[in-house]
């Protein structure tokens, strides 16, 4: 395993991380019977959407094996590329419809820390 990199936390206290990359952790919580549909909703919302918006870094998006959950993690070049793409048609289309099939937890960090294989 290669050494893990770490890039620092935005907060008061660590002005040098304002405005570096954004990591956005979306939980969504389903009924099992809605964890398909939303599952292929986020991913046509990631070719249609996010691969075209200015700033996006990456993302990875996974089912839970219990139905119940679908996690997107998106990354981000700042905090406005995130603002520009949620304030897009097709950002906010989307998000009213993922709304409508699942509650959301959405988490914000600028401390990422990255574990590679070897």
């Keep these: 395993m290669t050494a893990p990199t770490e890039r620092p936390a ?3 206290d ?3 991380a304002a405005g ?3 990591t956005v952790t979306s939980v ?3 009924t099992e019977q809605h964890q398909d549909q939303l599952y292929a909703l986020l991913t046509a919302n990631g070719h249609d959407v ?3 918006t200015p700033g ?7 089912r839970s094996d ?3 959950h679908v996690i997107h993690h ?3 070049r700042d905090d406005d590329a995130l603002a520009a793409m949620l304030a897009s048609p097709g950002g906010r289309s989307s998000m009213a419809a993922s709304r409508l099939l699942a509650d959301v937890q959405v988490i914000r960090s600028h401390h990422t820390l990255a574990f590679d294989a070897s």
Excluded: C, I, K, Y
């Design 50 to 52: 996010l691969e075209h």
């Design 28 to 30: 969504f919580t389903v």
């Design 56 to 62: 996006f870094l990456g993302s990875t998006l996974s």
């Design 14 to 16: 660590n002005p040098a």
């Design 10 to 12: 935005s907060r008061p």
């Design 66 to 68: 219990d139905g119940r």
């Design 74 to 76: 998106a990354r981000w």
């Design 20 to 22: 570096g990359e954004l």
